[in-house]
């Protein structure tokens, strides 16, 4: 199976930069596109980004234009490039594969999450 692991993450003051790293281990092929995913305090777990396994992306509106994703396939590494992050970006960032099991099932597989803190 695939195993997530996220790093990163750390205290920031708004306005600035973090860039997160997703390091995948185990049955790499099977992976069918990538997220990320974040949950603040005492809200639902939302979607940041997706990349599909031919580089195609798409984000919500509320991180559009200030958030990036991208991977390095030779080392198995998806990335989140953070820029102009306000306070309420604060959260557990969260890595997501969403995984081919056999013909056309779909299964998901998570990381551990990193804690991204903005200061205002």
């Known amino acids: 199976q695939v195993q997530l692991v996220e790093s990163g993450g750390g205290l920031v003051q708004a306005g600035g930069s973090l860039r997160l790293s997703c390091v995948a281990s185990?049955?790499?092929?099977?992976?069918?596109?990538l997220r990320w995913y974040r949950q603040a305090p005492g809200k639902e777990r939302e979607l940041v980004a997706i990349?599909?396994?031919?580089?195609?992306?798409n984000y919500p509106d509320y991180v559009k234009g200030r958030f990036t994703i991208s991977r390095d396939s030779a080392t198995s590494t998806l990335y989140l490039q953070m820029n102009g992050l306000k306070s309420e970006d604060t959260g557990v960032y969260y890595c997501?594969?969403?995984?081919?099991?056999?013909?056309?099932?779909?299964?998901?597989?998570w990381g551990q999450g990193t804690q991204v803190t903005v200061s205002s």
């Open positions: 997501n594969a969403v995984l081919r099991v056999g013909a056309g099932s779909l299964s998901n597989r």
């Open positions: 185990g049955s790499i092929s099977s992976i069918h596109f």
């Open positions: 990349i599909t396994d031919n580089g195609a992306t």
